[in-house]
């Protein structure tokens, strides 16, 4: 009995160690890999908020219906699925895998839009009303519109956006509806105060991979604005 009770110890105390070991493998990997980000000049910054102008991008994005979880998920699932190699080149019939990036922006939808339309005034959802969420990937700098692979998911659309102004909200820990509605408030209110104009609904930016630490989180809430009104004070 002693010796079956020392095997399982010394069974267990294993197990650990190589999930310790692998879960250190995950991180370290992680941490190694450069992923890109898009490009942006912070204009103001005070305290969790920024004023960021972005450069010119290009992304991958998906309509998606359901609550923010299930859209999430669904959304994250069909542009990972055409970056990973569901899709064709522009030059011939292979396929690809294009690098991942950072952040994975969701971004609730007052109502079912043409992809192609542009992203004007809409009006801002709460976070936990809205039942239909765009989903965006920024693509790699190196990419242009005739120069990336083309999705063959006909849901999955590429979309060049022009550069734009940003107001942001930076926090850590789990993105639950209640936290995420409470940050957009905080910048809704943020903008309000530096007489800024709201463009559009507020959008949640992931940067950070699901097994990441909550305090080891980033993520942020983004509302664009009118540059016209731009506050540098």
């Known amino acids: 009995m002693h010796n079956f009770l020392i095997r399982s110890i010394n069974l267990k105390l294993g197990l650990r160690r190589h999930a310790a070991t692998f879960l250190s493998v995950i991180f370290t990997s992680q941490t190694a890999m450069a992923i890109e980000e898009p490009s942006f000049k912070v204009i103001v910054k005070s305290g969790t908020f920024e004023l960021r102008q972005y450069a010119p991008m290009l992304v991958a994005e998906t309509l998606v219906d359901g609550d923010m979880d299930d859209a999430s998920s669904t959304g994250f699932r069909k542009i990972a699925d055409y970056i990973f190699g569901n899709n064709q080149v522009q030059t011939g019939t292979s396929s690809t895998k294009i690098a991942m990036t950072a952040p994975v922006t969701m971004e609730p939808q007052s109502q079912k839009i043409a992809m192609t339309a542009p992203v004007a005034v809409i009006p801002a959802e709460k976070m936990g009303a809205s039942q239909q ?13 005739n120069t990336i692979p083309k999705p063959k998911n006909p849901d999955v659309k590429l979309r060049e956006i022009p550069g734009k102004l940003f107001a942001v909200n930076s926090f850590t820990g789990f993105n639950t509806q209640s936290r995420v509605q409470s940050k957009a408030d905080e910048l809704s209110a943020w903008i309000g105060q530096r007489n800024l104009k709201a463009l559009g609904p507020a959008q949640l930016a992931r940067y950070d991979p699901p097994w990441t630490l909550p ?19």
């Open 133 to 145: 969420w765009r989903v965006h990937f920024v693509m790699p700098s190196q990419y242009t519109m």
């Open 215 to 233: 305090m080891f989180r980033r993520n942020e809430m983004m509302i664009e604005v009118d540059d016209t009104k731009e506050q540098t004070k």
